[in-house]
């Protein structure tokens, strides 16, 4: 079992910032990626963000390319998303994910074990 908690979320108004993290704890060798989601109401949960622990690459949604980074701290088990010149549309709950899994694409949330609870971001204009 892996468990995620992310935080960092908030207000802030356009082209502001915010970096999310998430703690995985338990068996995170079980492992092979991270990846950051979103769903805002009435809208599909979809893929922000991932980033595969060997090797290190990473991969973005277009709507954020450019304004998004993900990154990761192996020594405190923590991923992070650093958001830059947010938009209203970035509005949504942010959830962290973790999956063992090869095959398909990245953003296919089937892909993924483990969730964690969310953290909601909310960007005014």
């Known amino acids: 079992q892996v468990q995620l908690v992310e935080s960092g979320g908030g207000s802030v108004q356009a082209g502001g910032s915010l970096r999310l993290s998430c703690v995985a704890s338990?068996?995170?060798?079980?492992?092979?990626?991270m990846a950051w989601f979103r769903q805002a109401p009435g809208k599909e949960r979809e893929g922000v963000a991932v980033v595969y622990f060997h090797g290190g690459m990473t991969y973005y949604a277009d709507s954020v390319k450019g304004r998004f980074t993900i990154s990761q701290d192996n020594a405190k088990n923590t991923v992070y998303l650093q958001m830059n010149s947010l938009k209203p549309e970035d509005t949504a709950m942010y959830y962290c994910?973790?999956?063992?899994?090869?095959?398909?694409?990245?953003?296919?949330?089937?892909?993924?074990?483990?969730w964690g609870q969310g953290t909601q971001v909310t960007v005014s204009s």
């Open positions: 994910a973790a999956g063992s899994t090869y095959g398909g694409r990245w953003f296919q949330t089937y892909r993924y074990d483990y």
């Open positions: 338990g068996n995170t060798y079980s492992s092979n990626y």
